[in-house]
């Protein structure tokens, strides 16, 4: 990874944030990183990283600097005021609360993926009659694997009548995907095991003799750049050898004139009651993709020829097959979304018909799109962050869902031969439950999702409207104790992510409870680059616009701050994965801000994309290095490049897994090394799990372990002001 210049802290007396008096009086430190020579220069930049060994996993010194930057954070992290009673405290609220995290109803069968009171990772169940008991089908904890990583249930899909389940397992949260078929009736599998298959995405054949699913390209390294470049999707038949497997389409096919890029998934889509199939290549985090249908018979049977709907140009950023009919969610002269339809023989664009016009409210892309229904086809729109629920019937008319509450939807459900669609949702101080949208227009709990035993009456949340330093109005939502004194001495944890059209809405997590009983408050700035309001709220923050993001992120805390909710000295930020970005330089720009930040599997070093396994996939969202503006934009927003020496940077919370597959592990890391390096304030820790990656597949008690570390270091903030460090 990128290495740093080493420098030399200074040994003055200042003020250590957040970390028990003892632990310096041990004279502890964390270990040092060796330090390399190696420096980018380009475009007048020149970028010195001395920690850029940490990018080669076999570098002798990497796994051992990891454990001991692990044990040395474990210890700090230990000794923290609380910290196990807030351990125990969120064991007690998660461990006690069974958890519904999807659902998929096909024939007379529901299948819930869930995690039972006291399970460690969710497992498969089918409810073979509405209404019945839930019978378990797949088991990830009964799996043992020969070092004793977990195994974690990653993806599946029924066949259109219940009888077979196509899912992926992986070990230790990597992701790495094994597909296997599952006979439903009496729990057997059929003999293939299909590797390589982390975006699988398994379509069903009519009559379930095989589906069509998207596997990495063989020979690929795991680990190197190019590792998910030109992957194929194939068409498997049930009980061959995948050797044997029908090849669709793969990078470099020219379909309909569209060239099959390398960083293209070539997803084929199939529906219940409809004889086509729809191809789309997926370009990694692309918002539009084009869209081709052809019939399904032909796709099968390898002579299909595909007829493009959308053309990238097109800006299609969502579909959804029903019967005959192709709808489209198109950007194009309307940002904020309209949808149209097509009929799928002949999906002429420019004879579509408009069935919902543009709105004043986005049409929500990334967590719900289309779905479609026996009874219409629903879709979600975007208010700021809390979204709406709709649906379009067959005639055209569009109807509106009564929303029991200010929600955020994380997922829609539906399948064209059934009436409704079940939706995941949850508000801010709304657990998370599986709700059923009725064609008559009401919202029911379906139960499927346990209520829990805890309240949330205590607490609710508040919207606060911040102005950022161009003027734009950025929301920021907070949740804390009803009638709270807004004096500042309230300690606080502000979050961002604010990517990819992404909108941070409502959301509660029964760990939250664990922050907010000790007087916690909880924040998400809103910040451009996110789709709170369409595809130009995204667009502001995207590639040489995402200075939007950390700059609306540190204008929002601020609003924070003067309406009372906080002060600097009990202030934590925190960013997740692309919200590294966020973090790492609202640290690097205001140092002043905060007491503290967590840097939680971040992405840091930006001017370094395109060397990891993830890279080529987020080109679209962030930049092409091989491209010179682009290239510009990533060292704009490279946060480990602009740490400087003998700065006070607030007490950093790096947090990364060894088996991370999106973010690599050698970005927090260097992050960390640096700041060890070069900050003169708050103490910097490296927290490592080893059997854990991006937090996708983690264990129950791995992500609660991770979240008392997180709520106490944040807690910790303001106490422990006025103890020195040793001179």
Same mark, same amino acid.
């Given at each position: ?89 969120? *064991? ?153 497997? *029908? ?82 969610? *198109? ?397």
């Amino acid at each position: 990874m990128m290495d740093r210049r080493y420098f030399v802290r200074a040994m003055v007396a200042t003020v250590a944030v957040g970390l028990p008096k003892t632990l310096f009086a041990q004279g502890a430190k964390p270990p040092l990183a060796k330090t390399g020579s190696a420096v980018d220069t380009r475009l007048g930049f020149t970028l010195p990283d001395p920690y850029r060994w940490m990018e080669d996993p076999k570098d002798p010194a990497w796994e051992p600097w990891m454990r001991a930057q692990a044990a040395y954070a474990r210890k700090a992290l230990d000794a923290l005021p609380d910290r196990d009673a807030i351990a125990r405290r969120i *064991s007690a609220l998660t461990g006690d609360l069974p958890v519904t995290s999807r659902v998929e109803r096909a024939g007379d069968k529901v299948f819930v993926e869930f995690r039972p009171g006291g399970a460690s990772v969710a497992k498969l169940y089918v409810i073979d009659n509405v209404g019945g008991e839930k019978r378990l089908l797949v088991d990830p904890e009964a799996i043992k694997n020969p070092d004793g990583a977990h195994t974690s249930l990653d993806w599946w899909h029924a066949s259109n009548d219940g009888a077979l389940i196509a899912y992926g397992l992986s070990p230790a949260g990597s992701e790495e995907s094994v597909l296997r078929v599952l006979r439903v009736a009496d729990g057997s599998h059929f003999p293939e095991a299909i590797d390589r298959a982390r975006f699988a995405n398994p379509q069903w054949l009519p009559d379930g003799s095989g589906f069509f699913y998207v596997r990495v390209r063989e020979g690929a390294v795991r680990g190197a750049p190019d590792y998910y470049l030109n992957t194929v999707a194939w068409l498997h038949r049930l009980g061959t050898d995948p050797k044997e497997d *029908s090849r669709i389409v793969g990078g470099g096919d020219t379909v309909d004139g569209y060239k099959v890029l390398p960083i293209d998934f070539p997803f084929v889509f199939t529906a219940p009651g409809s004889d086509f199939a729809a191809l789309v290549p997926y370009g990694g985090v692309r918002r539009e993709n084009s869209v081709l249908v052809a019939p399904l018979a032909d796709v099968a049977a390898g002579r299909a020829r595909w007829k493009a709907a959308a053309r990238l140009e097109d800006q299609a950023t969502a579909f959804t097959m029903h019967g005959s009919d192709l709808y489209l969610l *198109s950007e194009k002269g309307a940002p904020l979304g309209r949808i149209l339809k097509l009929d799928a023989a002949n999906p002429d664009i420019t004879r579509a018909l408009v069935v919902v016009p543009e709105a004043r409210t986005p049409v929500e892309t990334a967590d719900v799109g289309l779905v479609a229904a026996s009874d219409g086809v629903y879709f979600a729109r975007q208010n700021g962050g809390p979204m709406t629920l709709h649906r379009v019937a067959p005639s055209g008319a569009v109807s509106d869902i009564a929303m029991p509450f200010d929600a955020g939807i994380f997922a829609a459900y539906g399948s064209p031969d059934k009436p409704g669609v079940d939706v995941r949702m949850a508000g801010w101080v709304q657990p998370f439950g599986i709700w059923r949208a009725q064609p008559d227009g009401r919202l029911i709990d379906t139960g499927l999702s346990p209520k829990p035993s805890f309240s949330t009456a205590a607490y609710k949340s508040t919207r606060l409207i911040a102005t950022a330093r161009d003027g734009t109005k950025v929301p920021v939502s907070i949740i804390a104790k009803r009638g709270l004194k807004r004096d500042g001495s309230a300690p606080a944890l502000g979050q961002c992510y604010s990517s990819y059209g992404i909108s941070a809405s409502p959301v509660f997590s029964p760990r939250f409870l664990a922050f907010l009983e000790r007087g916690g408050v909880l924040f998400e700035v809103h910040a451009r680059g996110g789709g709170e309001f369409g595809a130009p709220w995204w667009r502001a923050g995207q590639k040489a616009n995402k200075h939007h993001t950390w700059q609306d992120f540190i204008d929002g805390t601020e609003a924070v701050i003067r309406a009372g909710w906080t002060s600097t000295p009990r202030l934590t930020i925190m960013g997740t994965s692309a919200g590294g970005i966020a973090v790492g330089n609202a640290l690097a720009e205001r140092p002043d801000l905060f007491a503290a930040a967590v840097d939680n599997v971040g992405w840091t070093n930006t001017s370094r994309a395109g060397v990891e396994q993830n890279s080529a996939p987020n080109f679209p969202e962030f930049g092409d290095p091989t491209n010179d503006a682009e290239y510009r934009g990533l060292v704009a927003m490279d946060a480990y490049q602009k740490i400087k020496d003998g700065v006070r940077y607030p007490a950093v919370l790096a947090i990364t897994g060894m088996t991370d597959p999106r973010v690599a592990p050698w970005h927090p890391a260097k992050f960390a090394a640096r700041l060890q390096k070069a900050s003169v304030g708050g103490p910097v820790l490296l927290r490592v799990t080893f059997d854990a990656g991006h937090g996708v597949g983690s264990t129950r008690q791995q992500s609660d372990d991770q979240w008392a570390d997180i709520f106490a270091f944040a807690l910790s903030q303001g106490r422990a002001r006025g103890l020195q460090r040793p001179a």
